[in-house]
Structures are given as structure tokens and as C-alpha cells.
């Protein structure tokens, strides 16, 4: 037996523990700087005091204290100093500017092959204008990767009032304004687009509406989106007071020097977590790294939940981790190698294998790619094609090539998508390569999974696609035991091992072959163009190609 680290930690060994002591020592010195005071908060902080700041979830170690309380070690370090500023703190000594460098631990599903514990160093002013601390706050974050000298940095902003202040408006019930919001959060704008369309055509969204809520999160570019967004809200009638876009302007006055700089630009992709964020969010990224530096935002409504009413706060947190990353910083237990720069390589697609080939090169020959190479690429795992190098994956590996940052974008169906639950942005339904979920069952024993039901409580599915089939019994609230298979789904009802399959189906040939019905219709797929956050928010050409795929899939739809 190994003696080694639990999954998801590691040991850090002096060279490397002296390379993150330069990179943290920086940081604080430029936080100390601006006035930002050292503050510490427990490992374990209690579960209901977390949850009342704001929304938690994925907490992987929780344990009883001896009054029989729930604690939990502290996910970030965001609301435990909110916590400690509303118990410790008078609002006569506000505001408070603080710093911290402390590790935080989070759920290893929720990283994807990252670590699941991490240091943050961060910043948080609490109290004080708003919108002046907005600017604080910003600029203190350009100033960091300024002085850490981080390559090719840059900051990009977003605000979660304007789409509020739009669903309040005009959404025609609070479940589509429910839905909106997640499909948001999760930025799967394709399915947001299906959303809106059905409402718009039941006649619960006005045409402009529609247009405005499908056109926020796409929003992207310099001081000119303000008035791009404030003439989406005007139209669809969302009264001046509530846009969010004053505070925008306000924002692009103060910032201009970045702004005009290229170190600063709007994108409203970034848009999420409406229950924690409450005016403007904000992230710093550098080319050739697949996440976020830093990641912050204003967040008064956690200072509300916790009994402060009307006291703004604004901060942001840096990776230690990736700063290592970026700044090239080798280390005994890990070398980390500087990242890549956009310029110096060719845009990387990752291209699904396998039925949706064809369609793929179609789409992208149409939209202006150089796609011959593609055509025939024989045992070739990588095409170049000019400034295009096309990654040939199977479908259901697509997501996790672009989502740990090996290609920039890529090409798979909505079903390997939902699978594999990849940071990712869903941006274009591409059309070709329809398919459906189903649920089936032999027709000889129709019947038998209900009374089985009945009995044991729980129905058994033989399937590829474990997360989909329980999202779906989840949806219909039946418990039901998974049978995870790779090949010949249909086997597990015909010899007895389960009771149905869920499992994809495009012409329902093979169904009809071993003599399966269907039960129920799950999802619809077809395939989608979708990005990594930081390569989409960071290179140019990521966003022109999804325009151009837009219009290509437009023109071929009915």
C-alpha cells in the first residue's frame, strides 16, 4: 500500500514552496500597499452561517461538532470574512479594506482534475460607495498582474443587474425566469435560445424581449456595449433606473486607461451566480492558460443575508495555483510550464470522429475554415490547415479536450455536453446529426418495470449516459439503480439484468431489430459549437467563428 496524498492533495517540497512564497509575497505587498489589513478566519466554519450569506454547494468534508452542529471547511474565503464583518465589525468602522492568503478546499468533481485544495489571495472592501469600490477594487486587481508581470493579462467585465432587471420585467411566469437564470449560469446559451423561442411563440415574450434575453450573455466588446445593452433594455421596455448600465458607464469613466489599452473589455458570458453577485463581476485572465487568474465581483446581497442591509462590498480572488502556472514557476513536487501565447500558435478544434465528421467539416468549410486536410486525414490525430489545427476526438471526449484546455473550441452533441459537465460554453446549435433520448423496454415485458417499481422501490437502467438518466429520474421523481454499459445497451432488459435502457437513437432501427418500445422521450440532440471560457473571452477568433457558424447554421435550418 502507497503512503501517499488523498485524492486531489499534494505535498509541496522546498523549491517549489520558495516559488509560491515569491508569487504570494508580491501579492500581499501590493495589496498592503493600497491599505488592505491581513485578516484570518477559522478552517471550519458552520454550515448554516454559510448558507445564510449565500449559496453553497459541493462541499466535500463536513463533519458534527460536539453540540451536534454541522461544520464544514470553508470553500472560499469570500463568505466567511463577509460572516466576520457582520459579526465583528461596527458600521461606524466601515469601511474596511482586508487581504488574505489562505487554502481553501473544493468538491474535486466540481474542478475537473484539478486540485481540491488551493491558497487564494484576495482582497474584499466592505462598506463605502459602490461604484467607487468597484473601481478600487478593479484597478487593484490590474495593478497586481501588472506588477507580477503575467503575461498578456487581461480583465474582463460583466454585471448581473441588467438581465435581472430584464427577466423582472418581462418574463411571463417565475419558472421561465428560473430557467432563464440557470441555462445562464451555465452557459449553455443554445438551450436559452430553445427557452426563449417557445415562450416568444406561446406569445409570453414580446419580440424584443426575446431578443434581449438571448442577446445579453453574447454581449462582448469595449466601452460601446454599454450602449449596445442600454438599447436592448429600452426596447424591450425595462425602465432606465433599473438597466445597470449608468453604473457601467460610470465604471468605463474611471477605467478608461484600460479600457483603451486592451487590458479591459465587457463580455456577458461571465454572468452568473444571480443569488451571490449583485451589480458588477469580473475576471483576469492571460493567454495560454485554460482558467481564470481571478475572479471576483460585487456581492451586497451576502452582506444582506447576514443582517447589513445597504452596505456594498466588492473583492476578488487570485489562484496561487495558476499564477504559478502562467509565471512558468518550476517546483520539486510539480513542474508548472509557462503557458502559450495565442499569437504563437493556430486557433485548436477539436473535431468529433465518427458520424458527426461530415457534418462537422460541412459547417466549418461553410464558414470560411480550411477544411481539405479533414477530408482524409487517415491515422492522423491532428490536421493543420493554415492557421487551424483541427483535433480529431471521438464525440464524448470533445468536452473534456476543451474544457482542461487542450483545444480552444470544439464540435459534439448536446448529449456528450450534458455527460461530461465541463466548464464550457455552449454557443451555437449547428443542426446536422439529430438524434433523441429515449427510455425503452421489450415489448414482451411491458408491464414488468411498473410492478417491479412497486415492489423494490427503485427502477434498474442499463445505459452509457449515467448523468442524463438520472437527471431525467430525477425530473420525474422515481429513484432508479444504474447499470453503466459501453456497448449493446439493449442486452440489459432482454436477458433480465435491468428493467430499461435510456440510451440515444436516431432512425429507432436498432429498438425495432431487438423488439424494444419506447417508454418516454428524454432529450433531443443535435450537434453544438461550444468554447472554453478563457479561450473564448480572450481570443477574438473564437467569437468570429461562432458569428459565422450562426449564419451557417441559420441558412440551413427549415
Not at 438581465?163 to 411571463?172: R, S
Not at 465581483?297 to 452582506?303: F, I, N, Q
Not at 447576514?306 to 513542474?335: D, K, M, W
Not at 453544438?528 to 468570429?544: N, Q, S
Amino acid at each position: 500500500m502507497i503512503a501517499g496524498t488523498p485524492s486531489g492533495f499534494r505535498d509541496i517540497l522546498p523549491q517549489e514552496a520558495l516559488a509560491r512564497e515569491r508569487i504570494s509575497g508580491t501579492v500581499c505587498e501590493v495589496f498592503s500597499s493600497h491599505g488592505y489589513l491581513p485578516v484570518e478566519t477559522p478552517l471550519l466554519e458552520s454550515r448554516d452561517a454559510l448558507e445564510r450569506a449565500g449559496r453553497i454547494k459541493g462541499l466535500p468534508f463536513q463533519l458534527f461538532d460536539v453540540d451536534g452542529s454541522l461544520l464544514t471547511l470553508r470553500p472560499d474565503l469570500t463568505l466567511p470574512i463577509a460572516r466576520m464583518v457582520a459579526t465583528r465589525v461596527r458600521k461606524d468602522r466601515l469601511p474596511v479594506r482586508l487581504r488574505y492568503e489562505a487554502p481553501v478546499v473544493r468538491e474535486e468533481s466540481s474542478l475537473k482534475g484539478q486540485p481540491r485544495q488551493f491558497t487564494q489571495l484576495g482582497v474584499e472592501l466592505v462598506g463605502g460607495d459602490g461604484a467607487a469600490a468597484e473601481h478600487e477594487v478593479v484597478r487593484l486587481l490590474a495593478d497586481t498582474l501588472d506588477v507580477l508581470d503575467v503575461p498578456a493579462w487581461h480583465i474582463v467585465l460583466g454585471s448581473v443587474t441588467p438581465l435581472k432587471a430584464l427577466l423582472d420585467a418581462c418574463a411571463p411566469n417565475a419558472r421561465f425566469r428560473e430557467e432563464a437564470l440557470a441555462l445562464v449560469h451555465d452557459s449553455d446559451f443554445v438551450s436559452l435560445d430553445g427557452l426563449v423561442e417557445k415562450a416568444a411563440a406561446a406569445g409570453g415574450l414580446s419580440p424584443a424581449a426575446a431578443r434581449a434575453i438571448c442577446g445579453i450573455p453574447r454581449l462582448v466588446g469595449g466601452p460601446e456595449v454599454a450602449s449596445t445593452l442600454d438599447a436592448l433594455l429600452e426596447e424591450a421596455g425595462v425602465e432606465q433606473a433599473a438597466r445597470g448600465t449608468a453604473e457601467l458607464n460610470r465604471l468605463v469613466a474611471m477605467l478608461q486607461d484600460l479600457f483603451s489599452g486592451g487590458r479591459a473589455s465587457f463580455d456577458f458570458s461571465i454572468i452568473n451566480s444571480f443569488d451571490y453577485y449583485t451589480g458588477i463581476i469580473f475576471k483576469g485572465y492571460a493567454e495560454g492558460i485554460a482558467a481564470s487568474l481571478a475572479s471576483g465581483g460585487r456581492y451586497d446581497a451576502v452582506l444582506a443575508n447576514l443582517g447589513r442591509e445597504g452596505t456594498a462590498a466588492c473583492g476578488f480572488a487570485l489562484s496561487l495555483e495558476r499564477l504559478q502556472e502562467i509565471l512558468g514557476e518550476p517546483g520539486e513536487s510539480g513542474v508548472v510550464t509557462p503557458g502559450v501565447r495565442l499569437a504563437e500558435r493556430p486557433l485548436r478544434i477539436a473535431v468529433p470522429k465518427g458520424s458527426l465528421l461530415k457534418g462537422a467539416i460541412r459547417v466549418l468549410g461553410a464558414a470560411g475554415l480550411p477544411v481539405e486536410g479533414l477530408r482524409d486525414p487517415g491515422r492522423q490525430l491532428t490536421v493543420r490547415e493554415g492557421d487551424v489545427e483541427y483535433v480529431i476526438v471521438r464525440a464524448q471526449d470533445a468536452p473534456a479536450f476543451v474544457g482542461h484546455g487542450g483545444c480552444d473550441c470544439g464540435i459534439c452533441g448536446r448529449d456528450s455536453l450534458v455527460e461530461a459537465n465541463m466548464d464550457v460554453l455552449q454557443l451555437v446549435d449547428l443542426g446536422f446529426g439529430g438524434c433523441r433520448f429515449v427510455v425503452a423496454e421489450p415489448r414482451a415485458k411491458v408491464g414488468l418495470a411498473e410492478r417491479n417499481y412497486a415492489w423494490r422501490g427503485t427502477v434498474r437502467v442499463a445505459t452509457k449516459y449515467p448523468r442524463i438518466t438520472q437527471a431525467y429520474y430525477d425530473s420525474i421523481g422515481q429513484q432508479v439503480d444504474i447499470v453503466t454499459l459501453h456497448g449493446n445497451i439493449e442486452l440489459g432488459p432482454i436477458v433480465g439484468m435491468t428493467d430499461r435502457i435510456v440510451d440515444i437513437t436516431a432512425t429507432g432501427t436498432t429498438l425495432r431489430e431487438n423488439d424494444l418500445v419506447v417508454v418516454d422521450e428524454v432529450m433531443e440532440c443535435t450537434a453544438r459549437f461550444f468554447a472554453g471560457p478563457a479561450a473564448y473571452r480572450c481570443d477574438k477568433r473564437i467569437r468570429d467563428l461562432a458569428a459565422r457558424l450562426a449564419e451557417v447554421a441559420g441558412g440551413e435550418q427549415p
